[in-house]
């Protein structure tokens, strides 16, 4: 396969950021080729006022920057970013590698917080969420789980080849749910991992497929 790919945008997780392990791999490991992994924080301007509406913004920009179709690594809640933008940015967006994305946000089977929590945290207008960038509490607004209603990253129609990566002891996405999400689109290719939300313990077995998936392999 010759090499299809310049450039590769990779969008960190829920409360993580660019210099999370998995970014930071994946930069080694496409530099060796030549390839520059870019990874906007997603946590800018401030953690408090994230929602997925505002990640999207971020997101278009990048893309109109890069100035041509890009390959977009999405981990966990970038990952539902990634396959919404899949959908809505589809001439910008040629390939789509997902660890596990999280496909049910704010739907029954993924919650950042109990669901009866969830009029607490609307009362409040904000709760407290463990950063781990940060190492310490932020505050959340409820915005973030009010604008994630609006999106369905499960249901979202794409038509881009992509690799997801799902952990079958991940406790923070539900494996299940990433299989059912893969069965009903030719377009994805989906591997099983003995592992947890993190997959930092599988790093080495993605990139087996994840380099000639980009084209880089010799």
Known sequence: MTMIKKQVL???GFASSPKSTKAVYFAERLREHGVTLRCPDLNEPDFTTLTITRMLDRLRTELSRAGGPCA???SSLGGTVAILAAERFADRIDRLVLLAPAVMLAKPGHHLVAPERIEEWRQRGALPFFHYAAGEERSLS???YEDSLRYDAFGAAFQQPALV???LRDRSVDHRAVEAFASVRPNVTLSLLDDEHQ???SLPR????IEPFLGLAE
């Open 10 to 12: 990779f969008l960190h």
């Open 72 to 74: 977009i690594m999405g």
């Open 142 to 144: 409820y915005a973030f």
């Open 165 to 167: 990566f799902q952990g």
């Open 199 to 201: 997959l930092i313990d």
């Open 206 to 209: 993605m990139w087996e497929s």
